[in-house]
């Protein structure tokens, strides 16, 4: 499905954050049971990170980029529009809380990405 609407193209890159989350919690729930000091389901603790960590991913527009904040740092920066470098919705790591780092793209929300919950993907 190709995504043409900025608002719901950032939605659905959210999302994608949120479901890496659970998968990386899901996997560790896992990981303790097969220590054998885990039942491999999540637990009221694992429950009430997702759900603080969903609840503290959030979006600041700005002029050129629009900022993915996850609590109190930031997760990468989307490209507005086109500027000559970028294409409108590519998808920039954090070189710092203000600041996108401008030597590549990590992907486009309109034309696919894979990404971490922890932020875009390395080079």
Do not use: C, Q
């Not at 009221?44 to 991913?57: G, P």
């Amino acid at each position: 499905m190709k995504l043409t609407d900025f608002d719901t193209a950032i939605e659905v890159l959210l999302e994608a954050i949120k479901t890496d989350y659970r998968d990386w919690t899901d996997r560790s729930a896992l990981a303790k049971m097969k220590r054998g000091n885990g039942t491999g389901d999540f637990d009221s603790v694992n429950r009430e990170m997702i759900e603080e960590f969903e609840e503290s991913l959030g979006v600041k527009a700005g002029s050129k980029y629009v900022k993915i904040i996850k609590g109190g740092s930031v997760w990468g920066f989307i490209v507005k529009a086109d500027n000559g470098k970028f294409r409108a919705g590519d998808i920039l790591k954090a070189a710092s809380w203000a600041s996108p780092a401008t030597n590549a793209a990590r992907g486009n929300i309109f034309d696919g990405y894979s990404v971490n919950w922890t932020g875009p993907h390395y080079l």
